[in-house]
């Protein structure tokens, strides 16, 4: 096969998957990871670039992520976090903010719900929730607290007889403008405690306003939320949210989508880098023909893979029950570094082409400074990987 001819699907990495980690699934998980590889790629791909072009999200496409039955595989489904991890990286390789989307919803709302939810709750909610007839979102942001909400929540919640009234600001609240509940974390005026509540979006004194001029994840709707006497019967108080030691359960789970979202993001780089390289041509030649751009696609699945490998171990200790919240933060701190290499050099090697969404680098490329900031920055994850080989905290 000649260097012009070559047919790039056909090629033995085609997947990626260099180190065949997904032999590591069972065979019932892989058949259902090409179901899903196959569902993203017919709907959501194809869509990716001029939803995110018109910053607009397709509901559209809601009824078919229901159909496809993606909410809870791990506690509903019963399949392992390496299978759920796979499956985010693969949503993200075929579009950031679906996987976003769905990471709110799944991940962070519902992980809330089946964490800290008492039976009587979860039995009331969940099956809404698992079937995305109710969407979710969830508020722990605020405009002026982000890695230091543990310590400084200041949307307050009180306890009034039989409800709550919950006061405050949220920012940053992905699905927050179309979701009909948000999980809302407030810190007690009785007794300064963080506490969860499920909060109905069309009680009085909510409002959420869509967060605009973007340059990452356009077709996520984030908000500002503002609570302003909000009324939460107490049966809405969630049952096990009660600190923010609480809260963090959820957290160090969702941690650890964030970095599988970091290696489908690389991955995605990998996918139009390499068919740009072979598909484009330079002084008469492929540009995949010249070492330096071998090179830098190598670096990139390089990057991806060793990100993949880490993301892999930390799913089977989270199945074996022995994931540690600081395995989780190196994982984000590094998988995200090497994403933000990644992407970089797949901008590069498009050139001028990098730069416009057309060629679906710059989408990448824009999309990766999300997933490096979001679920705790790489600077605070580095350094309660720090504390936690040290001894010593340097979080101020």
């Not at 019932?28 to 910053?55: H, M, S, T, Y």
């Not at 078919?64 to 909410?71: F, G, M, Q, R, T």
């Not at 050139?351 to 490096?372: L, Q, R, S």
Request: hydrophobic share 45%.
């Amino acid at each position: 096969m000649s260097k012009a001819s070559v047919d790039i699907n056909n090629l033995p990495y085609a997947d990626g998957d260099f180190f065949a980690f997904e032999q590591l699934l069972t065979a019932k998980e892989q058949d259902r990871l090409a179901e899903i590889r196959g569902f993203l790629a017919r709907e959501v791909r194809p869509i990716a670039v001029d939803c995110w072009n018109r910053g607009e999200f397709p509901m559209e496409l809601i009824p078919k992520l229901a159909e496809i039955d993606l909410v809870s595989p791990v506690r509903r489904q019963g399949y392992s976090n390496l299978f759920a991890g796979l499956v985010h990286a693969e949503a993200t390789r075929a579009d950031t903010s679906i996987a976003t989307f769905m990471g709110v919803h799944d991940g962070l709302f519902t992980g809330s719900i089946e964490a800290l939810a008492s039976q009587e709750q979860q039995d009331a909610w969940l099956p809404d929730i698992y079937s995305l007839k109710k969407i979710g979102a969830f508020g722990l942001t605020e405009p002026l607290g982000g890695s230091d909400v543990a310590g400084g929540t200041r949307t307050t919640a009180q306890r009034d007889g039989d409800t709550w009234i919950l006061n405050g600001a949220k920012r940053w609240i992905g699905n927050a403008t179309f979701s009909d509940w948000v999980v809302v974390y407030a810190r007690d005026l009785a007794d300064n405690q963080v506490k969860g509540f499920l909060v109905d979006t069309a009680l009085p004194g909510f409002s959420a306003t869509k967060i605009e001029n973007k340059i990452s994840l356009r077709t996520v709707q984030n908000a500002d939320i503002v609570l302003e006497n909000v009324v939460v019967p107490d049966f809405f108080k969630l049952a096990g949210a009660n600190s923010f030691r609480d809260t963090n359960k959820v957290l160090k789970v969702t941690r650890l989508s964030v970095g599988w979202q970091a290696v489908g993001q690389q991955l995605a780089a990998f996918d139009v880098a390499r068919r740009y390289a072979v598909e484009r041509h330079q002084f008469g030649r492929p540009l995949a023909s010249f070492q330096l751009v071998q090179s830098q696609l190598v670096q990139i699945l390089g990057n991806a893979v060793s990100s993949m490998g880490m993301m892999v171990r930390l799913s089977q200790l989270e199945d074996a029950g022995q994931a540690k919240d600081e395995q989780s933060a190196l994982a984000k701190a590094f998988t995200t570094a090497r994403m933000r290499e990644s992407v970089a050099i797949g901008r590069s090697l498009l050139g001028g082409n990098g730069i416009v969404t057309d060629f679906e680098m710059a989408k990448i490329f824009a999309d990766a400074e999300a997933i490096y900031s979001y679920e705790g920055t790489h600077e605070i994850n580095t350094l309660v990987t720090g504390r936690a080989i040290t001894g010593i905290s340097a979080i101020v």
